[in-house]
């Protein structure tokens, strides 16, 4: 019989997970980036991490996690064990689960099971698909130039950073956090590129660092007043490029299904679909409802 664990330990976790993980590091490359940036860079007064096991005679099975604020990712379920998961959660009164994000499938198993047996509400907030680069096919004719952005830019990578969470983000934005994240990024070597028309700043993309083989391209953005021009197609194959010379084997990025002209300027310089994803909320249901 399986057993579902629960650990407060993310070293531990990460003992116990990165083959089940890495075997995949490109559908896994939520909770790679995640615990790995934690681990190399830990904050104190970061929020303690929710961290879930399935072992079922004697190895790992399923996996999740959630690094507040986000959801719980649960690409690491398959189906079948996601009402385990969700039993076994549920269980835990205290316990805030604000969402569920990763692979579809799995997505929409633990909202069934999660749903069924809270009597919560769900609401799909985004839906997504996972990109992976294959041969990297820079725009031609694109005005400008690529630069690494430093420690100077962090006023305007802030700006920018918060400015897309606020339009493409289902999560609040928030101008502290998103310092922070900046901060942080460029304090563990994460790549963050500008591309500049002239001598002005016109787009901004950015990459993980290398973990497992693996870098994700986020956020990438443009202010609407400069999109039209091919900066942001420009710019992304900017930080692919330096995600490959970075040591990337596998570079990939996820797109919002409701903007189609980001699923297809992705495809244009190479990239191409690997699986979808999707995020729902939940939500307590209304007095006299439950």
Known sequence: MADVHRHHDLDEFWALTRDFYTADPVLHTVPITAVGL???????????????????????????????????????????????????????????????????????????????????????????????????????????????????????????????????????????RSRRYVERALEVGAGQVLWFDGDEPVSLAAASVPLEGMSRVAPVYTPPERRGCGYGSAVTAAVSTWALEAGAEHVVLFTDLANPISNSIYQRIGYRPVTDAAEFAFTEPAPGRG
Do not use: C
Not at 95 to 123: D, I, K, M, Q, Y
Not at 145 to 169: G, I, M, N, Q
């Open 38 to 176: 934690r681990i190399r860079n830990p904050i104190p007064d970061d929020e303690p991490p929710l961290l879930v096991t399935v072992i079922d005679k004697g190895r790992v099975v399923a996996a999740a996690l959630r690094t507040p604020p986000f959801p719980l990712e649960v690409t690491g379920l398959a189906p079948e064990w996601a009402p385990t998961v969700a039993e076994a959660l549920a269980e835990d009164e205290e316990l805030e689960l604000p969402g569920v994000s990763g692979r579809r499938e799995a997505v929409e198993a633990f909202v069934l099971a999660w749903t069924e047996r809270t009597r919560w509400n769900a609401e799909e907030r985004q839906a997504l698909r996972l990109f992976q680069l294959g041969e990297l096919e820079p725009p031609r004719n694109v005005p400008g130039t690529a630069r690494l952005a430093t420690e100077d830019d962090v006023d305007l990578l802030t700006r920018w950073h918060y400015e897309f969470v606020d339009e493409s983000v289902p999560h609040e934005p928030d101008r502290d």
